[in-house]
Structure formats: C-alpha cells, structure tokens
C-alpha cells in the first residue's frame, strides 16, 4: 500500500497503520529497509547488500535466504548477487529446487527484474552526473 508499496502486515509490524498516507508509507518503507540492512552480514560488501535488501523488499528475505543457500550449494557465490544468488532465485520457481528450499516456492523473476530495474536506474544517474 502507499507510496512504497508496504505490505499492510509489514506495516503492522513496524508500527505504522495508514501506509496510503504519504508520509506513513514512506516512512514505513524507509524503515523497513533499514530493518532488512541489518538481517544481512556486516561484513558483505555495501552494494551487494543492498541488492539482497531491494531483493527481500520485493519478496521477503526468507527467499533471498533460500536464494543463497541453493547459490551456495550449486558453487556460486552467495555473496555475490549479479549472475549467482539471482539464477539460484529465478531456480526457486522450479519445483526441483522449491521443495527443498526453507521457504518453498518464490516468484524469482520479479525480485529479479526489480534489482535490475533499480541497478539500471542508479547506474544511468550517475552516468548524468559523471
């Protein structure tokens, strides 16, 4: 709901009720990415966690969990988002690898699409900046 798209048990959560005004949604949305900043391993290069945060924004960090462990397993780097956890992501919308995920099934190619969308954005406005 709202500006940032919040899901209204999310919202919950964080404190936050009217998530269609402006204001509470985009603090809510602000908020819970600060949240997902913290799930993740302090020691992971600041991009890549950020990619893993805009992930579990889109579908849940419980997925992107998954994600690297099945990147882990198949020996691609769990750190490391680009061409690693996002093929293990899109991998969970098969059952072969679902059904053996913590999480089961995952809607892999909208967190998918949604990290590069944004990626592809940052890296055009630094382009104009440059």
């Known amino acids: 709901l709202g500006l940032f798209q919040v899901m209204p ?3 919950k959560m964080l404190g936050f009720k009217h ?3 402006p204001e509470s949604g985009i603090h809510a949305g602000i908020k819970y990415v600060k949240k997902l900043f913290k799930y993740f391993e302090e020691e992971l290069p ?3 966690k950020m990619r893993f945060v805009l992930a579990s924004y ?3 960090p419980g997925h992107v969990m998954d994600a690297r462990e099945l990147a882990r397993r198949l020996g691609f780097d769990k750190n ?3 061409g690693n956890v996002e093929k293990a992501m899109l991998m969970l ?3 072969k690898w679902y059904k053996r995920a913590k999480f089961g099934y995952c809607r892999g190619r909208e967190p998918v699409k ?3 969308e944004i990626q592809l ?7 104009i900046i440059d």
């Open 9 to 11: 048990e999310t919202g």
């Open 19 to 21: 998530l269609t005004h």
């Open 46 to 48: 600041f991009r890549q």
């Open 58 to 60: 889109n579908v849940g």
């Open 80 to 82: 490391r988002w680009f």
């Open 93 to 95: 919308q098969e059952p």
């Open 114 to 116: 949604y990290v590069s």
């Open 121 to 127: 954005r940052y890296d055009n406005y630094v382009k």
